[in-house]
Nanobody
Framework: QVQLVESGGGLVQAGGSLRLSCAAS????????MGWFRQAPGKEREAVAI????????YYADSVKGRFTISRDNAKNTVYLQMKSLKPEDTAVYYC????????????????WGQGTQVTVSS
């Protein structure tokens, strides 16, 4: 069974940092785009960052550009999201997802989704 498991969330003060991990199992994700998404209470889910299989192509939401960095280690079947200079508005449940099509992933269509990890940023 294919499974994505997020970890690394928690409570942090504004200006702090967290690193999220998404460990995949059940298959290899060769050729897949991997992404991080978030959803805050009362808001729509949004794409935060997406990375290609090679790691050459990345996408970041304007709200996190310059603060968040997405990376992947294909040998470990793991994708990471390094979050710095966190703001209260970053508070949300963060999900990872995978799709062979980047456009579909940007539209929140993932072939696989994790369960999510809570990130709470206090002021």
């Amino acid at each position: 069974q294919v499974q994505l498991v997020e970890s690394g969330g928690g409570l942090v003060q504004a200006g702090g940092s967290l690193r999220l991990s998404c460990a995949a199992s059940g298959r290899t994700f060769s050729g897949y785009y991997m992404g991080w998404f978030r959803q805050a209470p009362g808001k729509e889910r949004e794409a935060v960052a997406i990375i290609s299989w090679s790691g050459v192509n990345t996408y970041y939401a304007d709200s996190v550009k310059g603060r968040f960095t997405i990376s992947r280690d294909n040998a470990k079947n793991t994708v990471y999201l390094q979050m710095k200079s966190l703001k209260p508005e970053d508070t949300a449940v963060y999900y990872c997802a995978a799709n062979t099509n980047e456009g579909s992933l940007r539209l929140l269509r993932g072939d696989y989704w994790g369960q999510g990890t809570q990130v709470t940023v206090s002021s």
